[in-house]
């Protein structure tokens, strides 16, 4: 059974800087692509960022890129989102997920708990 285990939230003040881990577990894990997603009160789930099995391919959705950095290590079954620059709209519950290629949150199989980040103005 695949289990997913985040965890570095916390809260920040703007333009500080979080780094959020993923710990994965379970069969075949290193064949799926990574994500993290996040959710902001009153919206809906939306992509973050994702990264291909191997590693050599990484997606972000336009508001974090060049402020957001994500990474894994396949041997250790990890995921990292270093998030520098931070901004109040970053401010949500932060997701990672292993799933299919996509910016889709239905395409992701498996989810984590979730980790609570706020950044103050």
Do not use: H
């Not at 789930?45 to 060049?66: H, L």
């Not at 990890?78 to 997701?95: C, E, I, R, S």
Request: with cysteine.
């Amino acid at each position: 059974q695949v289990q997913l285990v985040e965890s570095g939230g916390g809260s920040v003040q703007a333009g500080g800087s979080l780094r959020l881990a993923c710990a994965a577990s379970g069969p075949t894990v290193s064949y799926y692509t990574m994500g993290w997603f996040r959710q902001a009160p009153g919206k809906d789930r939306e992509f973050v960022a994702r990264i291909s099995p191997n590693g050599d391919q990484k997606i972000y959705t336009d508001s974090v890129k060049g402020r957001f950095t994500i990474s894994r290590d396949g041997a250790k079954n990890t995921g990292d989102l270093q998030m520098n620059v931070l901004k109040p709209d970053d401010t949500a519950d932060y997701y990672c997920a292993l799933g299919s290629w996509s910016d889709q949150s239905t395409e992701y199989r498996y989810w984590g708990q979730g980790t609570q980040d706020t950044v103050s103005s």
